[in-house]
């Protein structure tokens, strides 16, 4: 299950750059096979390679491990808030309305099991 969700951020960042599987295996000296493999979760990079990876996609580590680790959360922010930012300025207030209702709902949630 943890290699589904890292292989579809890998696909999802490579997709980003416009990249086809062979372009990014060429670029960065692996087959796409490989490529393949590790996008369909079939298959988890060594270190080395997964460093290789992450230098060639251009993104820092949480953005292949959001899902997965726990402490990813700021990551998840920021590409949220950047998404954001490509809304129409109504879009962005319905969302950030919708946004601080939840987070009132959740405070008061914790709350109220915390007794």
Known sequence: MIN????????????QLNLTQQELAEQLGMTTNYISSLERGA????????VTLLNGLDVPADAIFCDVVNRSSRYMEVILSEEL??????AQ?????TLAFMIRQEKHHEV???H
């Open 93 to 97: 207030k319905r969302i950030l309305q």
């Open 85 to 90: 930012r490509t809304l129409s300025p109504e």
């Open 4 to 15: 589904k969700k890292i292989g579809k951020r890998i696909k999802q960042c490579r997709e």
């Open 43 to 50: 298959s988890f990079p060594r270190c080395e390679n997964l």
């Open 112 to 114: 109220t099991h915390e």
